[in-house]
């Protein structure tokens, strides 16, 4: 059974950084692309990164060059490290196995919050 675990959000200011973490137990892992996504208040859940097995990367218009996804497949962990947050970053962010559609693979872990405000 596949499980997805977040952490690492917070309160930071408009600037500040983060790290999040997402711990991946199952079978999921290896051999596919996995992603962080985000889902606002009142807005649908949106892919904004995400990495394939080989460590090819792909980002969102909005947090491209400001985000880095990264993975460790000895670890089964995925990585979002974000910096220069923005206020519109504020979002439940979750992982998960990224689909051919951009949809997740797997049932959704809880979120990790992440709140950018002064």
């Known amino acids: 059974q596949v499980q997805l675990v977040e952490s690492g959000g917070g309160l930071v200011q408009p600037g500040g950084s983060l790290r999040l973490s997402c711990t991946v137990s199952?079978?999921?892992?290896?051999?596919?692309?996995m992603g962080w996504y985000r889902q606002a208040p009142g807005k649908q859940r949106e892919l904004v990164a995400h990495i394939v097995s080989s460590g090819s990367t792909l980002y969102a218009d909005s947090v491209k060059g400001r985000f880095t996804i990264s993975r460790d497949n000895a670890k089964n962990m995925v990585y979002l490290q974000m910096n220069s947050l923005k206020p519109e970053d504020t979002a439940v962010y979750f992982c998960n196995a990224v689909a051919a559609d951009g949809l997740g693979l797997s049932p959704w872990g809880q979120g990790t919050q992440v709140t950018v405000s002064s």
């Open positions: 199952g079978s999921i892992f290896m051999s596919n692309a």
